[in-house]
C-alpha cells in the first residue's frame, strides 16, 4: 500500500515540476489584432465651424479629394465645435496638454499670440511664398491675419463680407436712398419710424452687433489704431472724440425706437429669416447668407449698401467689413516631421480657389471668378470685398474676456437708456484699465 502511494506521490510530483516547467519558459509575445494590422495617422482637425458651413465643406472636401486622387493612405477625423467660447476653452486644453491638433481653427488674437511666441505654429507666410502664391492673397485678407511680427500664422477659412440690406420696394415710397454717413442713416431710421415702418431688424441675442455699431466709426477712419491704442492706455473712451461719437451713435439707435420689437432675443441667424419673412425695412448680413438672398436680389427686391461713413471726417476707404472668419492655423511640429501634411496643404493651396467658387462663394486670393460661377449678390459684393484696402478689425478677439463681458452689458444698457453715452465711456476705460486690456 505504501508502495503505491509513494507511486501516486511521485506522479503527481513529476507533473507539478513539469507544469511549473511549462510556466516558467518564456512565451513569445501575442500580439493584438490593433498591432497586427498597418498602423496609418489619422490627422486631427478642430474644426470651429459647422458640417454645413462653407468654410468646413471646403477644407473636407479638399482632403477626400487628396485621399482619392494623391495619397489613399491620408485619413482624418474632425472635432465640431460650434461655440467660440467652448472652442477656445477646448483648444486650451489641448495647448495645456500639448496634444493641439495637426490643423484646428484659431482666431487671430490672444490663443494665437501665445503659440506665435511658443513657436507651435506654422508661418503660413513663408510658406505661401515657397508655393509662390502670396503676393495673390488678398490684401484685406492678409491685414486681418496679421500678427504683430508682421507675418500671418494663419490662413483665412473664408472670404467673408459683411453688408447692410435693404427693402426697395419701402424705400423708394419714402423717396430714400441708401445712407452714406450716419447722419443719413438715423434720418432713414427716423422717417420709417415716423411713416409707422420697422426700421431696422436689431442683433440682439449676444453683443456682437452692439460691439460693431461702436467700432465702425473708427474702422472706416482710424483702421485698427483706435483699439489698439484704446486697449493700451494710451487713449480713453471718454475723452477721445471717436469713443464719444461711437457710444452716441449707438444710444440714438438704440433709444431712438428704430430697432425691432423683440430684437434681444434675436441672433444673426434669427435677424436675416426676420427680415425675409417680411418684417423690417432694414437688417445687417454677411455673405453666409447670399443663398437666402440672393433670388429677392435678382428680382430688384432688396438691395444693399456699405457702411455708412463719419460725416466731416477723412475716410480711409473701408466700406465693407471683410475678414477671414477662424482662420485654420497648422500645428508647427506635426507639420515639420511630416511631408504628408505639408503635401496636402500645398494641395490645399492650389485647389482652394475652386472649391470655394463651387460652393457659391469668392476665394480669398484675387482670382478672377469664372463668368457665371456665383450669383449676382455674390459677384457684385465680390468685387468690393476684393478692393477693400484694410480688412475688419473685431474688438471681440482683442479684448480681454472680463472686458468684451462689461462692454456687451454695458452696450445693452445704453440702448436701453439705462445709462449715458458718457457712463457707458466710464465703464469700459474702468474694464480696460482693471483687466488689462
Request: glycine letters at 8%.
Amino acid at each position: 500500500m505504501k508502495k503505491v502511494i509513494s507511486l501516486i506521490l511521485c506522479v503527481i510530483l513529476v507533473g507539478s515540476l513539469a507544469a511549473c516547467s511549462k510556466q516558467e519558459k518564456p512565451q513569445e509575445p501575442v500580439q493584438s489584432t490593433a498591432a497586427k494590422a498597418d498602423t496609418k495617422k489619422v490627422y486631427r482637425i478642430l474644426s470651429g465651424s459647422s458640417e454645413s458651413s462653407t468654410t468646413y465643406k471646403v477644407l473636407k472636401e479638399l482632403a477626400e479629394r487628396y485621399k482619392n486622387e494623391v495619397n489613399p493612405d491620408f485619413e482624418f477625423e474632425a472635432e465640431i465645435i460650434t461655440s467660440t467660447n467652448d472652442l477656445w476653452q477646448k483648444l486650451n486644453m489641448y495647448i495645456t496638454a500639448n496634444n493641439v491638433p495637426d490643423i484646428f481653427s484659431i482666431s487671430n488674437g490672444l490663443i494665437s499670440a501665445e503659440l506665435i511666441v511658443r513657436g507651435e505654429l506654422v508661418n503660413m507666410t513663408e510658406e505661401l511664398q515657397k508655393l509662390g502664391v502670396y503676393d495673390n492673397v488678398n490684401v484685406a485678407m492678409k491685414d486681418f491675419f496679421r500678427s504683430n511680427d508682421g507675418n500671418m500664422y494663419m490662413i483665412p477659412s473664408g472670404f467673408n463680407g459683411e453688408f447692410f440690406v435693404y427693402r426697395t420696394s419701402t424705400f423708394e415710397q419714402y423717396n430714400l436712398t441708401p445712407p452714406a454717413t450716419w447722419e443719413e442713416f438715423l434720418n432713414t431710421c427716423q422717417i420709417l419710424k415716423d411713416n409707422g415702418e420697422i426700421p431696422y431688424v436689431m442683433r440682439g441675442a449676444d453683443s456682437v452687433m452692439y460691439l460693431r455699431f461702436l467700432a465702425f466709426p473708427s474702422w472706416t477712419t482710424e483702421g485698427d489704431s483706435f483699439i489698439k491704442e484704446l486697449l493700451a492706455g494710451e487713449t480713453s473712451f471718454s475723452e477721445s472724440e471717436t469713443g464719444q461719437y461711437s457710444a452716441q451713435l449707438l444710444y440714438e439707435l438704440g433709444t431712438g425706437g428704430y430697432f425691432i420689437p423683440g430684437y434681444n432675443n434675436l441672433t444673426l441667424s434669427d435677424v436675416v429669416d426676420t427680415f425675409l419673412s417680411g418684417q423690417g425695412t432694414m437688417c445687417y448680413a454677411s455673405t453666409a447668407f447670399v443663398g437666402k438672398l440672393s433670388d429677392l436680389y435678382e428680382q430688384g427686391e432688396i438691395g444693399f449698401f456699405t457702411i455708412p461713413q463719419v460725416e466731416g471726417k477723412t475716410a480711409n476707404g473701408a466700406s465693407i467689413p471683410t475678414h477671414g472668419g477662424k482662420g485654420w492655423g497648422i500645428n508647427k511640429k506635426s507639420y515639420d516631421e511630416d511631408p504628408v501634411l505639408q503635401d496636402f496643404f500645398k494641395y490645399f493651396i492650389e485647389h482652394v480657389d475652386e472649391e470655394f467658387f463651387k460652393n457659391g462663394e469668392i476665394s480669398w486670393m484675387d482670382t478672377d471668378v469664372p463668368e457665371g460661377q456665383l450669383s449676382k449678390l455674390m459677384n457684385d459684393l465680390g468685387k468690393q470685398m476684393q478692393e477693400q484696402p484694410i480688412a475688419w478689425v473685431s474688438w471681440d478677439d482683442k479684448m480681454q474676456p472680463a472686458t468684451l463681458t462689461t462692454a456687451g452689458d454695458a452696450a445693452q444698457e445704453l440702448v436701453n437708456d439705462m445709462i449715458t453715452p458718457e457712463e457707458f465711456a466710464q465703464k469700459l476705460d474702468e474694464a480696460i484699465k482693471a483687466n488689462g486690456g
